[in-house]
């Protein structure tokens, strides 16, 4: 399987109920409906509560403006473009306040699946398992993947993902990129 590639841009933006910001679904798999992966780019303009997502691993990751602090449980998280990804449980009440206006942010969701996320800059190589799902986001810069000898550029604001057929090392090369791997 190729890399299936989604930029941000050729994507419509759906406005939050709640009027605090828009979201761009990048991937739903295996499904809208029924997804059990969930990657989308939100662009955030004022403070409100995250949507609730029972039985949801939230993974969060600010791309661009000042960042953000979410209050969860009590607890206090300010976040950068420069902070590692933070993972939540997604029915958690979670407030969000703005440090300096509006941000965008990354968003992976997972439901009944396992998986991790990671801000990568340079060059990384990852030992994959067959039937993984991964995907790498461009933030502000292209992105190199590399599996077996087959090299894919990704331009900025752009998600490339794919499910490995085999197993065995994914390269990548990146100045501001973030990597996804979602167990079978």
Same mark, same amino acid.
């Given at each position: 399987?190729?890399?299936?590639?989604? &930029?941000?841009?050729? /994507?419509?933006?759906t406005?939050?109920?709640?009027?605090?910001?828009?979201t &761009?679904?990048?991937? %739903?798999?295996?499904? %809208?409906?029924?997804?059990? @992966?969930?990657? +989308? @780019?939100a662009? /955030?303009?004022r403070?409100g509560?995250? +949507?609730?997502?029972d039985?949801?691993?939230?993974?969060?990751?600010?791309?661009?403006?000042?960042?953000? &602090?979410?209050? !969860?449980d009590g607890? %206090?998280?300010?976040?950068? $473009? &420069? +902070?590692?990804?933070? /993972?939540?449980?997604?029915?958690a009440?979670?407030? #969000?306040r703005?440090? =300096?206006?509006?941000?965008?942010?990354?968003?992976l969701m997972?439901r009944? #699946?396992?998986?991790?996320?990671q801000?990568? $800059?340079?060059?990384?190589?990852?030992?994959c398992?067959a039937g993984?799902?991964?995907?790498?986001?461009? =933030?502000?810069n292209?992105?190199? !993947?590399d /599996?077996?000898?087959? $090299?894919? $550029?990704?331009?900025?604001q752009?998600?490339?993902?794919r499910?490995?057929?085999?197993?065995g090392?994914?390269?990548?090369? %990146?100045?501001?990129?973030?990597?996804m791997?979602?167990?079978?």
């Amino acid at each position: 399987m190729n890399w299936q590639i989604v &930029r941000l841009d050729d /994507v419509a933006a759906t406005p939050w109920r709640n009027g605090g910001g828009v979201t &761009r679904e990048l991937l %739903a798999w295996p499904g %809208a409906q029924d997804w059990r @992966v969930r990657m +989308s @780019v939100a662009q /955030v303009t004022r403070d409100g509560p995250f +949507s609730r997502f029972d039985g949801v691993q939230r993974w969060f990751a600010v791309l661009a403006g000042a960042g953000v &602090r979410l209050r !969860l449980d009590g607890a %206090a998280h300010v976040l950068t $473009q &420069r +902070s590692a990804p933070f /993972v939540f449980d997604g029915a958690a009440d979670t407030d #969000c306040r703005l440090l =300096a206006g509006p941000t965008q942010d990354f968003n992976l969701m997972l439901r009944q #699946c396992t998986g991790r996320m990671q801000r990568l $800059q340079g060059r990384h190589a990852f030992g994959c398992g067959a039937g993984a799902l991964v995907a790498v986001y461009g =933030a502000g810069n292209a992105a190199l !993947l590399d /599996v077996g000898g087959g $090299q894919t $550029q990704i331009a900025p604001q752009t998600l490339a993902w794919r499910i490995l057929d085999a197993g065995g090392p994914v390269q990548v090369e %990146a100045a501001d990129a973030l990597w996804m791997e979602i167990a079978p």
